[in-house]
């Protein structure tokens, strides 16, 4: 199946809508295609430089204060025995058009968390790239856009900026996806790290 969808502007490609071969948050042998979408983001990217708890955050567009959905989960970290406890919690997943803008943050509660390329798609993705959208609806998933259809394209997400975090520290997150039909209103969330958010509401 091949989808094109327009929104006037720049040319963005987006990988996705792949069908899920079986249980909804696994992604080995999911069928794999590619979504053209002529769009570009409206959104000033939020920051993604680590705060502590104490320090203001600086804020992302779409911009909410309420958290929609949340996950606490134990991580590991590349180093023998390190790793800590992350938190996300969406803030917005809003529908704009035809595509759908992900914003989260990513707390550590405990320890230290490596955000070098731990939501990124490959060992040198120091992006968010990872996180992908799925409708448990028409069981598809949906991957983060990209800025082109070569293999150099990049995402239209966060770049993680190779940082480690450690306890009390914040990121801001964000990343654009195709939206799915009109008629699904709720999706689930996989994030590497963090695990999958089921029924997060689209607004």
């Not at 800025?147 to 990121?171: I, R």
Request: a neutral charge.
């Amino acid at each position: 199946m091949r989808k094109t969808l327009t929104l006037a502007v720049a040319a963005v490609a987006l990988t996705g809508c792949g069908m899920l071969p079986g249980q909804l948050g696994g992604g080995g042998g999911e069928e794999k295609q590619q979504t053209a979408v002529q769009a570009q983001p409206t959104e000033a990217q939020p920051t993604q430089r680590p705060t502590t708890s104490d320090e203001p955050q600086q804020s992302a567009a779409p911009q909410s204060d309420q958290v929609i959905a949340t996950r606490e989960t134990k991580v590991a970290s590349g180093a023998a025995g390190a790793g800590g406890t992350a938190r996300a919690d969406i803030t917005v997943l809003k529908r704009q058009g035809k595509t759908v803008t992900l914003n989260w943050t990513l707390t550590v509660v405990d320890g230290e968390v490596n955000m070098h390329n731990g939501m990124g798609s490959a060992v040198l993705d120091y992006s968010v790239s990872g996180v992908s959208l799925i409708d448990p609806v028409n069981a598809k998933r949906y991957r983060v856009a990209r800025n082109g259809t070569g293999s150099d394209a990049e995402c239209v997400c966060s770049d993680t900026q190779g940082e480690f975090l450690k306890k009390g520290q914040t990121v801001t997150l964000y990343a654009l996806f195709a939206a799915p039909p009109a008629d699904v209103t709720k999706l689930n969330i996989e994030m590497p790290m963090i695990g999958v958010l089921t029924d997060v509401p689209i607004s």
